[in-house]
């Protein structure tokens, strides 16, 4: 307020200087009332934000275009009380016809009202400029975290010869922490793992970045993929925020047995589809990573069999919410999964669980981030066709 008060009389100044003046004296008497009246006007603004907008305009009860008329009235007001102090301060001091008749007191308020919708103006606009660059820099964080999440999503997918992957991912407005991975471990074996971090944004998208490379860092040692889990844990537990944590499905398929064996930290349950029917729905495992550092995960085995699809979502997919609020749920998404052709490759089945998904929302955009991927067993070629493809 030192510096700003005089640097604001200036133009006050030299306004009443230019009406009412003649001579250097007149324009240093304009600049004092200036001077008074901006420093009263001032204090009692600063007076009104720091001690009584928190009390009748606390943060939280009101947002944008609600909260500019309660503004307005507030700092307003406040500018008129120190219009009045100032002029009642200068007529009683070195300018005693500031207030000397009616016509004195009206030219008075007409002044203060011109100038306080002038410098109500100004505010506005310099305030909608700063909410405009904070804007900007929350858009500028949501790419940065889209980016980072685009990063490291595969979009080409291992070549596998007994079977099949594909996943997708379809970002929402906002960025939440959705992660798939599937790494080729060169025993054999694969790693398949899906992930949801807690949260939005960049931390989120972080989180997941930090997921996939312990995962990947971990990928060649052969270690069980229960320990894997723990170890996951740990590192998420001791480096991120008590808030963030993170749900994890966490499967190592052998390529040549087909034997799966698995671990589920806290996620949707993945939905292994028997080729000949039925549905088992993959739940054995523990908590989500981040919360307990001692916590433990137990892992489960199965064995795949030629035409079994097996379906990992994020709830991104089963929450989705149509206009009355309904959500997709798991009962459509199983229903769908086995109506669908047993010879429709994974890529097609993301696909069409993705537009089933669409079209239950009828419009509404998603409010999550939506992940499958889904692996599929393929049949082996009969002599019949082997010989077929031969020249």
């Not at 930290?265 to 523990?286: I, Q």
Request: one cysteine or more; a neutral charge; proline letters at 4%.
């Amino acid at each position: 307020m030192v510096w700003r008060v005089p640097l604001w009389a200036i133009p006050f100044g030299v306004f009443f200087g230019v009406i009412y003046g003649r001579t250097r004296a007149d324009y240093i008497g304009a600049y004092v009332g200036s001077l008074v009246f901006a420093l009263s006007i001032n204090l009692c603004v600063w007076a009104a934000d720091w001690f009584v907008r928190p009390v009748v305009l606390p943060r939280g009860r009101a947002a944008g275009s609600a909260r500019i008329l309660p503004h307005a009235l507030l700092f307003g007001g406040a500018t008129a009380i120190g219009s009045l102090v100032a002029a009642l301060a200068l007529h009683f001091t070195i300018a005693p016809g500031v207030l000397s008749d009616a016509r004195s007191v009206a030219i008075l308020c007409m002044y203060t009202l011109m100038f306080m919708l002038l410098v109500g103006g100004i505010i506005y606009a310099v305030r909608f400029y700063r909410d405009s660059v904070e804007r900007a820099r929350a858009e500028q964080e949501l790419d940065l975290a889209r980016r980072i999440q685009r990063s490291f999503l595969l979009s080409q997918f291992p070549s596998l010869p007994r079977l099949e992957v594909h996943a997708v991912n379809v970002s929402s407005r906002q960025v939440s922490g959705d992660f798939y991975d599937v790494v080729v471990t060169g025993d054999g074996s694969y790693l398949l793992a899906i992930a949801d971090v807690a949260g939005k944004g960049v931390p989120a998208a972080l989180l997941s970045s930090m997921l996939q490379a312990s995962l990947r860092t971990q990928a060649h040692d052969g270690k069980p993929v229960a320990e894997v889990l723990r170890n996951i844990n740990t590192l998420v537990y001791r480096s991120t925020a008590v808030e963030q944590f993170a749900t994890f499905f966490l499967a190592r398929v052998d390529g040549r047995t087909l034997h799966c064996s698995y671990s589920n930290a806290g996620h949707n349950f993945p939905v292994l589809f028997r080729a000949g029917g039925g549905r088992t729905t993959l739940e054995r495992g523990g908590t989500v990573v981040g919360i307990l550092e001692s916590a433990a995960f137990e892992e489960d085995s199965l064995e795949l069999l030629p035409g079994d699809r097996v379906v990992f979502y994020t709830d991104g997919i089963s929450e989705a919410a149509d206009a009355s609020g309904e959500m997709f749920g798991e009962a459509r998404l199983y229903a769908l999964v086995e109506q669908l052709p047993r010879d429709l490759d994974a890529r097609g089945i993301t696909q069409r669980i993705l537009d089933a998904v669409r079209v239950f929302l009828d419009g509404i955009d998603p409010g999550d981030d939506m992940t499958v991927m889904v692996l599929r067993v393929l049949e082996p070629r009969s002599p019949a066709a082997s010989e077929a493809r031969t020249p």
